[in-house]
């Protein structure tokens, strides 16, 4: 009689093991119902909580209001409940700085009550971080951001504005909300900026639906300098002919686009394409 039960209990951990192959679900993470509507962004803290926001109003039947944190379990963590208010609005990305604090950027105006512009910065424990003070923010909707080493942050989206100044749809701001005038883009890009990537040496990559960066010509992807002028060392030419939505760096400084576009400067090329950064 042990010895099948020693038997029966090594047939179920080898059936175990070769079900969880790479790729499988994970059957030690249990979402329950999960959200209610969309997740569109990610962040591992480093005790290994997860934070994910989106357009959800619910976590596993728990209120939750368009941001979350679960524990590594997937379970809902209740001590973390910020609250992004209204019914319209959602949050496009999120990222941690280094001592924890949470930035957020995409449609909403009211976080806990004060005006937020659609960018913003939660203590770790969920909270409003009260230093951080971004005005009317970034006017109309924000879509991605970048954290800079200096803590300083670039900002895309569809915004035309910057608390009040004038920034199409890519600005930098200091580490306590407020604009950073030294980054000036000038006209900036022309329509929607949906992504942003930065590079070692400082410049940033851009991509989305807009067609000219400052007056001059560049189809869905473009690189600026640290200051926010345009980089004319790096000509897409005729570029990507619809949208890119999402980009990625190599190590050696080749880049990787995703979207809805079929070519690429002139070449056909379905929704995904890597391009030479230097």
Same mark, same amino acid.
């Given at each position: 009689?042990?010895?099948?039960?020693?038997? +029966?209990?090594?047939?179920?951990?080898?059936?175990? @093991?070769?079900?969880?192959?790479?790729?499988?679900?994970?059957?030690?993470?249990?979402?329950?119902?999960?959200?209610?509507? $969309?997740?569109?962004?990610? *962040? +591992?803290?480093? =005790?290994?909580?997860?934070?994910?926001?989106?357009?959800?109003?619910?976590?596993?039947?728990?209120?939750?209001?368009?941001?979350?944190?679960?524990?590594? =379990?997937?379970?809902?963590?209740?001590?973390?409940?910020?609250?992004?208010?209204?019914?319209?609005?959602?949050?496009?990305?999120?990222?941690?700085?280094?001592?924890?604090?949470?930035?957020?950027?995409?449609?909403?105006?009211?976080?806990? %009550?004060?005006?937020? #512009?659609? @960018?913003?910065?939660?203590?770790?424990?969920?909270?409003?971080?009260?230093?951080?003070?971004?005005?009317?923010?970034?006017?109309?909707?924000?879509?991605?951001?970048?954290?800079?080493?200096?803590?300083? &942050?670039?900002?895309?989206?569809?915004?035309?504005?910057?608390?009040?100044?004038?920034?199409?749809?890519? *600005?930098?701001?200091?580490?306590? #909300?407020?604009?950073?005038?030294?980054?000036?883009?000038?006209? %900036?890009?022309?329509?929607?900026?949906?992504? /942003?990537?930065?590079? @070692?040496? #400082?410049? &940033?990559? /851009?991509?989305?639906?807009?067609?000219?960066?400052?007056?001059?010509?560049?189809?869905?992807?473009?690189?600026?300098? *640290?200051?926010? $002028?345009?980089?004319?060392?790096?000509?897409?030419? *005729?570029?990507?002919?619809?949208? @890119?939505?999402?980009?990625?760096?190599?190590? =050696?400084?080749? /880049?990787?686009? #995703?979207?809805?576009?079929? $070519?690429?400067?002139?070449?056909?090329?379905?929704?995904?394409?890597? /391009?030479?950064?230097?």
């Amino acid at each position: 009689m042990k010895k099948i039960s020693l038997s +029966l209990f090594a047939l179920t951990a080898f059936s175990f @093991v070769a079900l969880a192959q790479p790729g499988s679900l994970d059957p030690t993470f249990n979402p329950g119902l999960g959200t209610d509507y $969309s997740v569109f962004t990610t *962040a +591992l803290q480093a =005790d290994g909580k997860i934070l994910i926001a989106g357009m959800f109003d619910a976590y596993n039947g728990t209120p939750r209001n368009k941001i979350a944190r679960l524990n590594k =379990d997937g379970s809902l963590d209740t001590g973390f409940n910020p609250r992004i208010l209204g019914e319209l609005g959602y949050v496009s990305q999120i990222a941690l700085q280094a001592d924890g604090k949470i930035l957020i950027v995409g449609m909403f105006l009211n976080f806990k %009550g004060p005006t937020r #512009g659609n @960018v913003t910065r939660l203590n770790a424990n969920g909270r409003r971080d009260r230093r951080f003070k971004p005005g009317d923010g970034a006017m109309v909707s924000a879509s991605a951001l970048a954290l800079q080493a200096d803590g300083k &942050i670039i900002i895309v989206g569809e915004f035309t504005e910057y608390n009040g100044i004038s920034r199409n749809r890519v *600005a930098r701001i200091n580490a306590n #909300g407020s604009l950073d005038t030294g980054f000036d883009p000038g006209t %900036g890009a022309n329509n929607t900026v949906l992504s /942003i990537a930065l590079q @070692v040496d #400082g410049k &940033i990559i /851009i991509a989305g639906n807009f067609t000219s960066y400052n007056g001059t010509t560049r189809n869905r992807i473009a690189r600026l300098n *640290a200051d926010g $002028s345009l980089d004319n060392g790096f000509d897409p030419l *005729a570029g990507a002919n619809e949208l @890119v939505f999402t980009t990625a760096l190599q190590a =050696d400084g080749k /880049i990787i686009i #995703g979207g809805s576009f079929t $070519s690429y400067n002139g070449t056909p090329i379905n929704h995904i394409a890597r /391009i030479i950064g230097e």
